[in-house]
């Protein structure tokens, strides 16, 4: 069967035929991946005329209703929680641009099964050049008891709880690449019928790549185990494939993307200005680690599995290398020598 002929599978479509595998389902976790891919749908059209409100009316400015207009992430924040608020399947959500939690108190919300926790838009510092951002959810089941408000104990859970996660990119295309436990899938936007459309089935790391992604205008902040694994990357041994090339984007979501697709490895280590690290483990690492993993992938503190962290506050933050399996556990024989990862 040839392009043309080829049959388009949407997101919707996708999922419901996901939870037909399974008779116990009740396809409430497809419903609410359905309502991020809408949230984000409506991000995406924001993201798309960027450069135009800028133009119009920075931050700050009025419109004509004399309403304040809202920087992007701001946008993305609240667009995202509205949606989750109105849908039946979430009893709360935490954001990175929230202190706290948000517990929805309606009745509907309180027979939820799930929480949503996610950074609404990252890598928002690259709007102004045009680079590629990013929006990253997870979705776990409650652990408090359905009927009443959820808890903060919901979004304490370990990464190897999660029962969904993945991130929306929009870049040169818009694209949502989600994981379960079973598969790692992508859906690209296609803009005239508005539909994200099954175009990266089944995805899987390379085992190994080509390319390493750090800050490495940070390195002399970092340690020297770190910077003898940089020194190797760089090395030249055509035997091995090196040196490997460096591609740093600075938008965790675009740097990912690359990653997952062509292989290689992505650093954000801990370093002197940061000892506990700096990326989200909420946020960020525990939903990237869950994806990488479930499509053959590596995702280490550099000491332990990032699933396997019990979070101790919503804003906690660690330090990250993931990535292709060769690359990553590379990478651990210089950082941490013996370190064990699932």
Not at 5 to 17: A, H, P, V
């Amino acid at each position: 069967m040839d392009n043309a002929q080829r049959k388009l599978i949407t997101l919707d479509e996708f999922t419901i035929q996901e939870t037909r595998k399974f008779p116990q389902a009740t396809g409430e976790l497809s419903a609410l991946l359905r309502d991020i891919g809408l949230a984000c749908k409506m991000i995406n059209k924001q993201v798309r005329k960027a450069g135009l409100v800028d133009i119009l009316g920075k931050h700050g400015a009025t419109n004509v209703q004399g309403e304040e207009q809202m920087k992007l992430d701001i946008y993305s924040n609240e667009t995202l929680i509205s949606v989750l608020k109105n849908s039946a399947d979430c009893a709360g959500v935490a954001s990175e641009e929230n202190d706290n939690e948000v517990c929805f108190d309606d009745s509907f919300s309180a027979h939820s099964k799930y929480v949503v926790l996610f950074d609404p838009l990252d890598g928002s510092s690259n709007i102004d050049v045009n680079a590629s951002i990013g929006t990253i959810f997870s979705i776990y089941r409650r652990v408090s008891p359905l009927g009443g408000p959820c808890t903060k104990e919901d979004f304490l859970q370990p990464g190897n709880k999660l029962m969904a996660a993945g991130y929306v990119i929009y870049g040169s295309s818009t694209m949502m690449v989600y994981a379960t436990k079973l598969s790692v899938n992508g859906f690209t936007l296609e803009p005239s019928i508005g539909e994200f459309c099954l175009s990266h089935p089944n995805l899987k790391c390379p085992e190994k790549g080509k390319i390493y992604s750090i800050n490495q205008g940070n390195s002399s902040k970092y340690d020297d185990n770190l910077l003898a694994y940089l020194k190797y990357c760089m090395e030249d041994n055509k035997a091995e494939g090196r040196p490997y090339s460096h591609r740093y984007i600075g938008s965790m979501v675009a740097d990912m993307h690359r990653t997952l697709i062509k292989g290689g490895i992505f650093m954000y280590p801990a370093d002197s200005s940061s000892p506990k690290g700096k990326l989200r483990l909420q946020y960020e690492c525990n939903p990237m680690a869950f994806l990488m993993q479930a499509a053959g992938g590596l995702a280490t503190t550099g000491t332990e599995n990032i699933l396997d962290i019990v979070p101790a506050e919503l804003h906690q933050r660690v330090p990250i290398y993931i990535g292709s399996k060769q690359m990553v556990s590379k990478a651990l024989e210089f950082v941490k020598e013996g370190a064990i990862v699932a």
